[in-house]
């Protein structure tokens, strides 16, 4: 250890005068006032040293350090903060952490008797030799619907605003889709039989279900009947996938067929 550093060790443990046992390396020349022996009087009786044992070499005692105030420190109990809220209110809830900003984009068709809510791939309207659009009407054939679906309203493009601090969590998302989708229902003048859900995005903000929906049915507050379609670019990127919607759809046909 170097001086310096020894130096600030002793100083940190306040200890103002002291001596080496033995000689240290690196360190300073000790002081010469330190090593004059004591007056005769100060020198401390020595116990006489048995005869047996070897003459060991006495050393001069070092000159007493000034003794320092001896600090009692006492152990601090934590006591919880105080809250300047008064006992009658309640603490407030921690802050949640800010979910991500949902993106898709939704249209709205009629085929029929049923409402089709359909993921746009692309995030634009389909055009009428879109490899989507194409199998959506195949879907529409299968099904025993009108395969010229009528578009209802504009896409619906989610987030709404670039920029603002309007909140567009995806509890905001759901909340306009699902007003969306209720008002277009109380515009028609027969209810609808279904509403296919075609996409995750027409799944999760719609119906509030997951992709583990697919292929079946959902009873939907203030919509009505529903069935869970995987996304058009899922079954062309998937093809496996139409065997079992096939077989749902032969199974809840009939709810539009008889309406």
Do not use: H
Not at 18 to 42: G, H, I, M, N, Y
Not at 231 to 236: D, F, I, V
Request: with cysteine.
């Amino acid at each position: 250890m170097g001086e310096l550093r020894r130096r600030a060790y002793l100083t940190a443990m306040q200890v103002v005068s002291w001596l080496p046992r033995t000689e240290l390396p690196f360190a300073a020349p000790s002081r010469a006032e330190l090593l004059q022996p004591l007056p005769v009087e100060e020198v401390a009786v020595v116990a006489p040293v048995p005869a047996t044992a070897p003459t060991a070499r006495v050393t001069e005692p070092a000159a007493p350090a000034p003794s320092l105030p001896r600090v009692q420190i006492k152990p601090v109990r934590a006591e919880p903060p105080v809250s300047p809220v008064s006992d009658a209110q309640e603490p407030a809830e921690p802050a949640l952490a800010k979910l991500p900003v949902p993106r898709f984009a939704l249209q709205l068709y009629r085929a029929g008797n049923c409402l089709l809510l359909v993921e746009l791939p692309t995030g634009e309207p389909f055009q009428s030799r879109d490899p989507a659009y194409l199998l959506l009407k195949d879907l529409l054939r299968a099904a025993g619907l009108p395969d010229a679906p009528q578009l209802l309203g504009e896409p619906v493009r989610w987030p709404l605003l670039a920029r603002g601090n309007l909140d567009q969590g995806p509890q905001a998302a759901r909340e306009f889709v699902q007003g969306y989708v209720m008002a277009r229902v109380e515009e028609q003048e027969q209810a609808p039989a279904s509403i296919w859900l075609i996409g995750l995005p027409a799944l999760r903000f719609a119906g509030e279900a997951e992709a583990d929906s697919y292929e079946n049915e959902l009873s939907i507050d203030g919509i009505g009947s529903a069935w869970a379609l995987p996304g058009l670019e899922l079954l062309m990127d998937e093809p496996e996938r139409k065997a079992p919607l096939w077989r749902a759809m032969c199974r809840v046909r009939s709810r539009w067929e008889t309406s």
